[in-house]
């Protein structure tokens, strides 16, 4: 059984075919049956984007990483569009996450052997919990409110928890989807902002008055309609680490983020497209600030 990370291409393989069939099975329901005729005896299957229509995400979840089951099974045929001797190769179940392998890896990219987060360095309020998500059954590793480091997996790998304190600003929390199909906390410290864009439609009226041969000079003439707004949060990073560029570089790439402040937690994306990493070498000190668009108008308009 492998763990496949659904967002880069995941490919199974029939040789000595003529054609070859693959049925996927996701969470015990066929779902697709596929028949493709060989390249030179050669057959092969892109799965990926099949199965990922299947994971839903919600920041309600209760595991930081929302799995499906995938049972593949190959049969081999010596002639075309699956005629022929049929042959039986097995069934394969896997596990599929959310996530994605980086061009620098290789093809049929699987989760690592510990956790599912990738900076060491993580950065919280005083007396503040947290977590990191591991791949073991997409459970997590609590971070209690007072933890200064954590160690997990084997072989071990230490987080070090660096706690902040902003007393004029507070903290503003960022939920994400990282690489791996994890959800994972960032929190964001120092000056943020909020902007709103409005936007509308208008009309003229006619305001004449035909019963008073009159008007009046407080109607509205020219009369807006379909009125609505979004908002935009600017945050920034306290002083990080070098290494802390790669949860940076994840953030921005995520397709699912939460920005809570307080009790409210709004869907949000990541709207600042280019960003430049720093280095302690180059800038001294690391530190970033990124801009998200809230996904939701500001009136409730959902019919």
């Known amino acids: 059984m492998a763990n496949l990370l659904l967002r880069s291409p995941q490919y199974i393989s029939v040789s000595s075919a003529a054609s070859a069939k693959l049925t996927i099975t996701i969470d015990g329901t066929l779902r697709y049956t596929i028949i493709k005729n060989a390249i030179n005896s050669r057959v092969v299957f892109e799965i990926s984007e099949l199965c990922r229509d299947y994971i839903e995400h919600s920041f309600t979840q209760s595991n930081p990483a929302e799995t499906i089951t995938i049972a593949t099974q190959r049969f081999r045929y010596t002639e075309a569009n699956g005629g022929g001797t049929e042959t039986d190769l097995g069934t394969s179940t896997d596990t599929g996450f959310d996530g994605y392998g980086l061009f620098t890896g290789s093809v049929n990219p699987t989760l690592p052997s510990t956790t599912l987060q990738s900076n060491t360095d993580i950065y919280l309020p005083?007396?503040?919990?947290?977590?990191?998500?591991?791949?073991?059954?997409?459970?997590?590793?609590?971070?209690?409110?007072?933890?200064?480091?954590?160690?997990?997996?084997?072989?071990?790998?230490?987080?070090?928890?660096?706690?902040?304190?902003?007393?004029?600003?507070?903290?503003?929390?960022?939920?994400?989807?990282?690489?791996?199909?994890?959800?994972?906390?960032?929190?964001?410290?120092?000056?943020?902002?909020?902007?709103?864009?409005?936007?509308?439609?208008?009309?003229?009226?006619?305001?004449?008055?035909?019963?008073?041969?009159?008007?009046?000079?407080?109607?509205?003439?020219?009369?807006?309609?379909?009125?609505?707004?979004?908002?935009?949060?600017?945050?920034?990073?306290?002083?990080?680490?070098?290494?802390?560029?790669?949860?940076?570089?994840?953030?921005?790439?995520?397709?699912?983020?939460?920005?809570?402040?307080?009790?409210?937690?709004?869907?949000?994306?990541?709207?600042?497209?280019?960003?430049?990493?720093?280095?302690?070498?180059?800038?001294?000190?690391?530190?970033?600030?990124?801009?998200?668009?809230?996904?939701?108008?500001v009136i409730n308009n959902v019919r």
């Open 126 to 297: 005083f007396n503040t919990a947290s977590y990191i998500a591991t791949n073991t059954l997409s459970t997590k590793a609590i971070i209690s409110a007072t933890d200064t480091s954590i160690s997990l997996g084997i072989p071990s790998v230490t987080f070090t928890i660096h706690r902040v304190c902003d007393s004029k600003f507070g903290s503003s929390k960022i939920t994400f989807l990282n690489r791996f199909g994890a959800l994972q906390e960032m929190y964001f410290f120092h000056k943020s902002s909020e902007d709103i864009t409005t936007t509308s439609e208008s009309y003229k009226r006619n305001i004449f008055d035909y019963a008073n041969t009159n008007y009046s000079s407080t109607d509205h003439q020219m009369q807006k309609f379909n009125t609505n707004a979004t908002k935009k949060t600017t945050l920034n990073t306290p002083f990080v680490t070098e290494q802390f560029n790669e949860a940076i570089e994840e953030l921005m790439l995520s397709e699912y983020v939460w920005l809570t402040q307080g009790s409210i937690t709004h869907p949000v994306t990541p709207s600042t497209k280019s960003l430049r990493f720093k280095t302690s070498v180059n800038d001294k000190l690391v530190q970033y600030t990124i801009e998200f668009d809230h996904t939701s108008s």
